[in-house]
């Protein structure tokens, strides 16, 4: 599996943003597609998820609300629409997919298997 990100940009705090992974290879029903981000000088942190045969998302509490996962698996595309965007969102955003599908450690970057680059995302105050 190859993961393809896009969408980053600079955008004015409030604004939104919807970034793009675009998946070839097979990616199987229970497998995870996932949204990490990293800060300048911090870890990768999860950001969201969703399971490519299912339809709950999943997000860590600072996003909830504001962002929102969703697929389209004809055309193997993971999208992450990030509205009310803050200043601390600013990070690279990177897309995942864990052939593991264990949701009890969906949050861990070593859950999975695949990454595509990063996509600098920028709010300005």
């Known amino acids: 599996v190859q993961l393809q990100a896009s969408g980053g940009g600079l955008v004015q705090a409030g604004g939104s943003l919807r970034l793009s992974c675009a998946a070839s290879?097979?990616?199987?029903?229970?497998?995870?597609m996932a949204w990490f981000r990293q800060a300048p000088g911090k870890e990768r942190e999860f950001v969201s998820a969703i399971r490519w045969g299912a339809r709950a998302p999943y997000y860590t509490d600072s996003v909830k609300g504001r962002f929102t996962i969703y697929r389209d698996n004809a055309k193997n595309m993971v999208y992450l629409q990030m509205d009310s965007l803050k200043p601390e969102d600013t990070a690279v955003y990177f897309c995942?997919?864990?052939?593991?599908?264990?949701?009890?450690?969906?949050?861990?970057?070593?859950?999975?298997?695949?990454w595509g680059q990063g996509t600098l995302v920028t709010v300005s105050s």
């Open positions: 290879g097979r990616i199987f029903s229970n497998y995870f």
């Open positions: 995942a997919a864990s052939s593991r599908g264990i949701l009890a450690t969906l949050t861990s970057t070593r859950t999975y298997d695949y």
